[in-house]
């Protein structure tokens, strides 16, 4: 193991004292790309018109296109010290190999995220338990814009969140703005024993179409384009109602309407203010139909 230790030293002082013109290049190489990720940056900012998502796309490639330049560059000017150096360093290879098993798994979940485009910049995702807004793509690493959930769906947290990319090793990635940042949100109403299911869903269902109208033409244009990317039939912008009951036999409306990821947290505050008074309303009528039945006398 000594002689393996010392044959890696022997290559090291080599690899950095034999190599003057190969670091002149390096220096070089990185410098000119340095220089075309600034110009291109500045470019990028004084063009207003595009939009933000494309902005941040393009410079996502932009930066991991040049990345891969300056590493395939770098290896083919160090290529006669580098051959030399992995020689010497072939007997400790699989302690490498362990010592660098996350970064190794990294590696690989940036391969398995871009060949699978599970998270372009731009793009609202859940990454296990964590869902936000694609910054940026690094080799390593992954940076989300945290986006909130539940009521808070679709307003920005303020959070920034770095996760390695062996979480795409690991876990699923649900792609929320999969036909352009449209998404299926449902929001549930529990229902008194005096109320009628038939009569909550009618009223429920009137009250989320007018919700919905602004963004009906927009959703119904994806809703068409997500349909022929998928080969299926099965989108519809239409508001769905579904009734089931809790464990403890509550019965419950879950209203579903496709909106914007943007619109939804204002909608669901619409559909919760409107539809709660619905309800009320229709129980104050059961109760004073119930009070009829009994007591027609009653007033």
Same mark, same amino acid.
């Given at each position: 193991?000594?002689?393996?230790?010392?044959?890696?030293?022997?290559?090291?002082?080599?690899?950095?004292?034999?190599?003057?013109?190969?670091?002149?290049?390096?220096?070089?190489?990185?410098?000119?790309?340095?220089?075309?990720?600034?110009?291109?940056?500045?470019?990028?900012?004084?063009? *207003?018109?595009?939009?933000?998502?494309?902005?941040?796309?393009?410079?996502? *490639?932009?930066?991991?296109?040049?990345?891969?330049?300056?590493?395939?560059?770098?290896?083919?000017?160090?290529?006669?010290?580098?051959?030399?150096?992995?020689?010497?360093?072939?007997?400790?290879?699989?302690?490498?190999?362990?010592?660098?098993?996350?970064?190794?798994?990294?590696?690989?979940?940036?391969?398995?995220?871009?060949?699978?485009?599970?998270?372009?910049?731009?793009?609202?995702?859940?990454?296990?338990?964590?869902?936000?807004?694609?910054?940026?793509?690094?080799?390593?690493?992954?940076?989300?814009?945290?986006?909130?959930?539940?009521?808070?769906?679709?307003?920005?947290?303020?959070?920034?969140?770095?996760?390695?990319?062996?979480?795409?090793?690991?876990?699923?990635?649900?792609?929320?703005?999969?036909?352009?940042?449209?998404?299926?949100?449902?929001?549930?109403?529990?229902?008194?024993?005096?109320?009628?299911?038939?009569?909550?869903?009618?009223?429920?269902?009137?009250?989320?179409?007018?919700?919905?109208?602004?963004?009906?033409? *927009?959703?119904?244009?994806?809703?068409?384009?997500?349909?022929?990317?998928?080969?299926?039939?099965?989108?519809?912008?239409?508001?769905?109602?579904?009734?089931?009951?809790?464990?403890?036999?509550?019965?419950?409306?879950?209203?579903?309407?496709?909106?914007?990821?943007?619109?939804?947290?204002?909608?669901?505050?619409?559909?919760?203010?409107?539809?709660?008074?619905?309800?009320?309303?229709?129980?104050?009528?059961?109760?004073?139909?119930?009070?009829?039945?009994?007591?027609?006398?009653?007033?």
């Amino acid at each position: 193991m000594e002689r393996e230790i010392a044959g890696i030293g022997e290559g090291l002082w080599r690899f950095f004292t034999e190599g003057g013109p190969q670091l002149l290049n390096t220096l070089i190489l990185i410098g000119a790309l340095l220089a075309i990720r600034a110009i291109a940056g500045h470019f990028l900012r004084r063009r *207003q018109r595009l939009p933000r998502q494309m902005k941040r796309r393009i410079q996502d *490639q932009l930066r991991l296109g040049l990345l891969v330049i300056g590493v395939i560059g770098i290896v083919i000017i160090w290529a006669p010290e580098l051959r030399t150096f992995a020689l010497s360093l072939a007997a400790v290879a699989a302690a490498i190999a362990i010592a660098t098993k996350e970064l190794l798994m990294c590696f690989a979940g940036a391969v398995i995220r871009g060949s699978g485009e599970a998270a372009e910049p731009g793009e609202v995702v859940r990454i296990g338990e964590h869902r936000g807004e694609v910054l940026e793509r690094h080799l390593l690493t992954t940076t989300l814009l945290e986006v909130g959930q539940g009521s808070q769906i679709g307003r920005y947290t303020g959070r920034i969140v770095t996760l390695p990319n062996s979480v795409f090793l690991t876990s699923p990635v649900k792609r929320y703005s999969f036909v352009g940042d449209f998404i299926r949100h449902s929001v549930e109403f529990p229902l008194a024993d005096e109320v009628d299911p038939a009569a909550a869903e009618k009223g429920l269902r009137e009250i989320a179409a007018k919700a919905v109208t602004p963004y009906r033409a *927009q959703a119904e244009a994806h809703a068409k384009r997500l349909a022929k990317r998928t080969d299926s039939t099965v989108f519809s912008v239409e508001p769905e109602l579904n009734l089931h009951l809790t464990a403890a036999g509550q019965a419950v409306l879950e209203l579903g309407v496709f909106l914007p990821v943007s619109a939804a947290a204002e909608v669901e505050q619409k559909l919760l203010r409107e539809g709660f008074s619905l309800l009320r309303r229709l129980k104050a009528e059961a109760k004073a139909a119930e009070n009829l039945a009994k007591n027609p006398d009653f007033v």
